[in-house]
């Protein structure tokens, strides 16, 4: 149709894809120069790429040998330097998204951090903590990890080694090897969430 001058009629206009319409809808700044299609936008010339070849060209812009995996907002600025096609923008965001040398740079997703905050106890047994430190080499006897309950008041801490990990084990090291010789802390602070459950729902620690 711009080639030969033609103007479409309504019906014309309404029978073309919802593209088609936008690009018509541009003129005078969309033309034909040498057969191919173009947006002109002063002194700047943008090719209008068909959409058999967009993701192509993404693909060796955003992915190619010489490529950096630009986010969806660089690309973007990138591309449209030299091209333009209707839904760029959104074409542009859902590929990147899709990528997946994008995926594997990025990682997996950061969780939040909790604030900070002071811990202090103001008297012996007021505040024990527990943590199972791990990654050692086992033992004769089959011992691969350790058991840390530390008074955060006097800074007392003992090891107790442990053959697994599993709440139970944890729970009964804990009576028999600190409990029972020390006593019941007021409050028991661990960021092992079933073994606090466990042991406060056994000794009703928070008291």
């Known amino acids: 149709m711009l080639s030969q001058g033609y103007s479409p009629s309504l019906g014309d206009l309404r029978a073309l894809p919802l593209e088609g319409r936008k690009l018509w809808s541009m003129r005078p ?3 034909l120069q ?3 299609l173009v947006l002109r936008d002063g002194d700047a010339v943008q090719l209008v790429v068909p959409q058999s070849l967009r993701h192509q060209l993404f693909t060796h812009t955003h992915a190619g040998p010489l490529a950096a995996h630009l986010g969806s907002q660089r690309m973007l600025a990138q591309l449209r330097r030299l091209y333009y096609w209707p839904g760029m923008r959104k074409d542009i965001d859902a590929w990147c998204r ?4 994008c995926a594997i740079r990025r990682g997996p997703p950061s ?3 909790g604030h900070l905050r002071k811990v202090s106890a103001s008297a012996v047994m007021d505040l024990v903590a527990i943590d199972i430190l791990s990654g050692l080499p086992a033992t004769a006897d089959g011992h691969r990890y350790l058991l840390v309950p ?3 008041f006097t800074k007392w801490l003992e090891a107790i080694p442990l053959c697994d990990a599993e709440a139970n084990t944890c729970i009964r090291a804990l009576y028999s090897a600190f409990f029972s010789r020390i006593g019941l802390p007021r409050q028991l602070h661990s960021d092992q969430g079933k073994l606090r459950e466990q042991v406060g729902g056994r000794a009703s620690l928070d008291r």
């Open 29 to 31: 700044t969309i033309v």
């Open 34 to 36: 040498n057969q191919v």
């Open 98 to 101: 899709q990528c997946e040398g």
């Open 111 to 113: 969780r939040p951090h």
């Open 150 to 152: 530390t008074d955060y």
